[in-house]
């Protein structure tokens, strides 16, 4: 039987701890190509490059037979390695792990999600895997055989076109994770703060910084729920924007 | 009556035509403020500055007693607009004129929805507009009744927490556009292809180049549809990314 082909891919970068983790597991399952950003990527979300031009450098961090670092976003390296290095589409992406969490709506903000969702889009199951530790040092031992059965599912029940999953890990050494649980994304947001400072010539500059909160603390069907219960969280995940609900609303007032 | 607040973003860049414009109209409904990235931002999606600082610079373009260009993206100049200058939310966000479509996919990769999504993140009515002309001299002026009637609508009827509008209007004179339908997003993607070239060093380099496929083209009830029927389409945006139909079927497996 033909092996999987299996890319991989990540928003912090080819050589992080987290994507070496990963590109270690993958091999267990299939034959692995590496394509992940030449530096770091995180919060890049949907982002593409199309004002200016990318590149591809051969890296040797995975030890595999194809592994490259790429100039552009999480979703431009697994736009080049669909249309552009692979004769056909990979049989699962995995993107991560991430160093952080991607739960609730950061998954619009992450370079990591983006490149799964965009997987999604390609026609490819793909799985986006996040470790709650933003730390470098993090310790991504407990959460592998979590992603083993989560890639296993995957290689033998394809995900839905337009779908994928995001994962994410508690920050809890093996013994104390609970299991799996699948649910849906968590209403919350970022309230940011910006952090304002003067440069040596005088003039303001600022950092994003913010606080999460969680607008529904009290349900038990979220990520955040999973995830502050001791559960790894999986939420299927599609890109249908619609507001569905919303339309037949609307559609008397704009349409007259 | 105390006039509205009202944000004018965009991801073209503060000095682009479709901004002055929605600028120009914004002004007759209520006190504009600006904060737009000071140079292209096309792509960005919902990407953020967080490995570097932000800085904001007064500018002139738009007669409006508060207008910034901001180094960032998109998302960044909504963030530092409710969280850094202004003293409480605006009633209205809008974005755009975006030169060229964002309907159906497009809205995942665009900085100008982005902008709006943000918007609807931070509890603000916001409207993202795009005229389906990529050309810098193209004619905004048909899309102003439509414009002002929409923003009438959102100005008399805030949108549901979290949702935004994703405007698009044909390219097409006053006269022959049919009205406004209200619409979902089409399933539809970019099939890409890498234009390959050499630099003058022998090396290769990559333009992202792509061909838009609409995958259901019979369907009436989309932003694709109403736009190749001669309609402004609306489609009412929100990012509850989980595919809620597919928790069932994957959780018996992934929970065992």
Known sequence: MKRPKI???????????????????????????????????????????????????????????????????????????????????????????????????????????????????EGCSSIGFSLCDYSHEADFEASTPFIKKIIEYALQHPLPQGTCFNVNIPKLPLHLISGIKVVRQAKANWVERFDERQDPYGRSYYWLTGEFINFEPEASDTDEAALKAGYVSVVPTQVDLTAHAFIATCKTKLEQ
């Not at 593409?48 to 990318?54: A, D, F, K, M, P």
């Open 7 to 121: 890319l991989v891919t990540n928003d912090d970068g080819v050589s992080a701890p987290g994507i070496l983790h990963l590109t270690a597991i993958a091999k267990n399952y299939g034959d692995v190509i590496v394509v992940a950003p030449n530096k770091p990527q995180s919060g890049m979300g949907h982002a593409i490059t199309i004002n200016s031009t990318l590149h591809l450098q051969k890296t040797n961090y995975h030890h595999v037979a194809e592994e490259y670092a790429c100039s552009g976003t999480p979703v431009d390296c697994v736009k080049m390695a669909i249309n552009h290095l692979l004769p056909e589409k990979p049989d699962l992406i995995v993107s991560g792990i991430n160093h952080g969490s991607n739960s609730s709506i950061n998954v619009i903000y992450s370079g990591t999600m983006s490149a799964a969702v965009e997987g999604a889009l």
